[in-house]
Structures are given as C-alpha cells and as structure tokens.
Antibody
C-alpha cells in the first residue's frame, strides 16, 4: 500500500489550500478510514480528520470548520480543502490509512510541505 | 502543553539499548502506538497497541506500558535505527494525539 500526497507547496494567506492523496495497492472503497495529519515546524503532529469511502467524515473538534475532506472513488484518492489559510496552516501535511477495526494508522505518505505566504 | 510528552533525544552506541518514553494521562485509558520516521520518508509503524509488533519489524523493537507512561525499547541498536520516533494515542473524545517525537542518534 502506498499513499502519495500532492499539493501546491505555496499558498497565499486568506486563500484556499487543496491537497490530494493518491492511494495505490489498496482500494479506497475497501472499508478503511483515510486521514489527514499535519505537522507545523517544530511542533507535534496534529490529526485533522478522517473520511470513509462513503463520504462519512470525522474531524478534530479543536479545529475550526475550515477543513473539508472528500473522496474520489474512481480515481482512488481523497482530498483535503482548507479555507481562509493563515501562517498557522504552514505545515507538512500527511495522509494515512486506518483499518476500520483498529485505532492506529498502518500506512502513511511521505508528506507534502505547504507554506502560507503573506 | 502537549498531551503526550516525549524526551527530545536519545544517543546510543551500536549494540546498546535505547529506551524512549511517552507520557500522558490519555495513556492510562488508551493504547499507544509507535512510529519510526526517517527524514523525507513516510512514518513506519513499529509497535501497536502498546507492545505488539507488526510483521516485518525486527524483534529488537519492543514496547511496554505502565500507568501513564509507555516505553519503546530498541535492544541492540543498529545504525539503520537512527531516526525520529513518535507515539500516537487518543484523548478522551477519541481524537488522535501525538508526541513531539524523540530523535535517536546512533553514535
């Protein structure tokens, strides 16, 4: 199983960030949960949320509602959109898989660095 | 303040034992899981549910738990074990939380 994040690298403050995680070696419709995790420079990892292939999603309640996840079953990928970005959204963004019956992530992508510029 | 606390770094010579701890109140109620992360690489699960080892992970990696502290032990450290190691658990609302990570340096 391989996960590969892709994104713009640089986003302007107040703009929208869109990231995609392409999944290979597994079907996104198999019944796992697909997560986004980010790590700001010098800080711990922060779980953003997870989505099921049906579109059902859970978000970190400590984050404001600027985050939206979606699934594209045909392309076998899932996405994250972050609205009204600020410098605090500068981070390395990872995608990860969690099996439905476990509560840890068994596969991760390498991450993609996103910088929010003013 | 972080909900899971890890020591910043550990330095060991090859063949010695490295112990990495992760502490937090959540660990008295939830399992902990450990990941190895080399620069530019995807994190790799090395221990899940406190002390279980995924297939393909060397036996020198082991985990233990006591109260609000979990420990990842690498017995007989090898040069390839040099990496960052972070713990994962969940808080009382079921939100996943992470430790800041411990840098293991093999001298």
């Amino acid at each position: 199983v391989q996960l590969q994040e892709s994104g713009p690298g640089l986003v302007k403050s107040s703009g929208t960030l869109s990231l995609t995680c392409a999944v290979s070696g597994d079907s996104i419709s198999r019944g796992d949960w697909w997560s986004w995790v980010r790590q700001p420079p010098g800080k711990e990892l922060e779980w953003i949320g997870e989505i099921y292939y049906t579109g059902s999603a859970n978000y970190n309640p400590s984050l404001k509602s600027r985050f939206t996840m979606s699934v594209d079953k045909l392309k076998n990928q899932f996405s994250l959109q972050v609205n009204s970005v600020t410098a605090a959204d500068t981070a390395k963004y990872f995608c990860a898989r969690r099996s439905d019956w476990q509560y840890y992530f068994d596969y991760w992508g390498r991450g993609t660095l996103v910088t929010v510029s003013s | 303040s972080p909900e899971l606390t890890q020591s910043y770094s550990v330095s060991v010579s090859p063949g010695q034992t490295a112990r990495i701890t992760c502490s937090g109140e959540a660990l008295s109620r939830q399992h902990a899981h450990w990941y190895q992360q080399r620069p530019g690489q995807a994190p790799i699960l090395v221990i899940f549910k406190d002390n279980e080892r995924p297939s393909g992970i060397p036996e020198r990696f082991s985990g233990s738990s006591s109260g609000t502290t979990v420990t990842l032990t690498i017995t007989g450290v090898q040069a390839e074990d040099e990496a960052d190691y972070f713990c994962l658990s969940a808080d009382s609302s079921g939100t996943y939380i992470f430790g800041l990570g411990t840098k293991v340096t093999v001298l």
